[in-house]
């Protein structure tokens, strides 16, 4: 079967203390996924 995860917020990396903050206080429900930039 195929897995369909839920993603709650997409955040930039720049965010990534709030997205554990989000993570750790169970103030979102599914994923919080961390984007990366494409600059180098």
Excluded at 6 to 31: C, F, I, K, Y
């Amino acid at each position: 079967g195929q897995l369909h995860p839920h993603v709650s917020d997409v955040l930039p990396l720049e965010r990534a203390a709030d997205a554990m903050n989000a993570v750790a206080n169970h103030t979102v429900r599914g994923r919080v996924v961390l984007r990366c930039s494409s600059r180098l």
